[in-house]
């Protein structure tokens, strides 16, 4: 599977951003997709998931209420809505899939390359 992530970039305190990942190839054994961001200096932390079917959306407590994930089954890309940014959602965003319903980032098998989301206050 490779995925393909794009969208960030650099946004105010209070504004939005929406992120992309495009997934193609051997698609067809994937049961999550997520998406992680790790800030400097940070562990890479869960941010939100969904199953490949796009149903059961799970989110962080950390973004909850502000951001979004969902999916474009006829273009095989999930997105990540993101409103009301706060200088913490500062970090590379990056997405991935797997075959176990997890929101630990080592049993994710796939990743996209990471775009990167800067907030300034």
């Known amino acids: 599977v490779q995925l393909q992530a794009s969208g960030g970039g650099l946004v105010q305190a209070g504004g939005s951003l929406r992120l992309s990942c495009a997934a193609s190839?051997?698609?067809?054994?994937?049961?999550?997709m997520g998406w992680f961001r790790q800030a400097p200096g940070k562990d890479r932390e869960f941010v939100a998931r969904m199953l490949w079917s796009g149903s059961s959306p799970d989110h962080s407590e950390s973004v909850k209420g502000r951001f979004t994930i969902s999916r474009d089954n006829a273009k095989n890309t999930v997105y990540l809505q993101m409103n009301n940014l706060r200088p913490e959602d500062t970090a590379v965003y990056y997405c991935?899939?797997?075959?176990?319903?997890?929101?630990?980032?080592?049993?994710?098998?796939?990743w996209g390359q990471g775009t990167l989301v800067t907030v300034s206050s």
């Open positions: 190839g051997r698609t067809f054994s994937t049961l999550v």
């Open positions: 991935a899939t797997g075959r176990i319903l997890s929101i630990t980032p080592t049993l994710y098998e796939n």
